[in-house]
């Protein structure tokens, strides 16, 4: 079946310093690939998203590109802030719906002033 | 309303007894979803729902896990006869459509079985 396997953390960085967040994936199909981000105390949210190979979904000076060859989406920013403190959520959804995504684990990322 | 509502916040239960949590998606939006989180783990899939219909609930993990939405607006998860295993925070997500990639979520109920 379907799974997604992230970076595991958690993840601490001074601000402004550069970060990834690995992602890789299994899956039958063809599938879509998202980042969700949660805040602390909030539901999930969209971070951005890619629906093909070669692909780059961007949002919030974040980005990831979909790479087929390596079965990898990852998440990138060049200089995270205070405010980035967040888990993060890698997922796709085979098929190209979101009538049912599958999630990895969780990245926890705390930046530091 | 502004977002998917969820109660309550937080639920305990006794083992053996049933509980039922609400969710309020966001008006209009066809499309719901409740999916389970364990504590360090990411969401999984539960059960989909396009207006009442209940297209999908292969992953609710037994029967004693109901869900419903009579009229295409509210839902409820229903869990009967609660086991320690049913501890976790329960998120439901509404999107526009059944194609929209897209899921808003609610803040989740955390259940926890004593």
């Known amino acids: 079946g379907d799974s997604v396997t992230q970076m595991e953390g958690p993840v601490t960085l001074s601000e402004e310093a550069f970060l990834t967040i690995n992602c890789t994936y299994t899956?039958?199909?063809?599938?879509?690939l998202f980042w969700y981000v949660q805040y602390p105390g909030e539901g999930l949210q969209l971070l951005l998203k890619?629906?093909?190979?070669?692909d780059k979904g961007s949002n919030k000076g974040f980005e990831a590109t979909y790479r087929k060859e390596t079965t990898s989406f990852h998440l990138e920013k060049g200089s995270v802030q205070v405010s980035d403190s967040a888990v993060y959520f890698c997922?796709?959804?085979?098929?190209?719906?979101?009538?049912?995504?599958?999630f990895g684990s969780g990245t926890q990322l705390t930046v530091l002033p | 309303g502004a977002g998917v509502s969820q109660s309550p916040r937080y639920k305990v239960a006794k083992r053996g007894q049933d509980v039922a949590l609400r969710c309020d998606p966001i008006?209009?939006?066809?499309?719901l979803f409740w999916y389970q989180q364990a504590l360090g783990q990411g969401p999984e899939f539960l059960t989909y729902?396009?207006?009442?219909?209940?297209?999908?609930k292969s992953g609710l993990p037994s029967d004693r896990f109901f869900a419903e939405r009579p009229e295409g607006s509210v839902s409820t998860l229903k869990i009967q006869r609660t086991q320690q295993e049913d501890s976790a925070v329960y998120l439901c997500a509404s999107s526009s459509t059944g194609y929209d990639e897209k899921l808003f979520f609610g803040s989740g109920t955390q259940l926890s079985v004593l």
């Open positions: 890619a629906t093909k190979a070669d």
């Open positions: 008006s209009g939006h066809v499309s």
């Open positions: 729902f396009q207006n009442e219909a209940q297209l999908d």
């Open positions: 997922a796709l959804s085979d098929g190209g719906s979101a009538r049912q995504l599958t």
């Open positions: 899956a039958t199909g063809y599938p879509s």
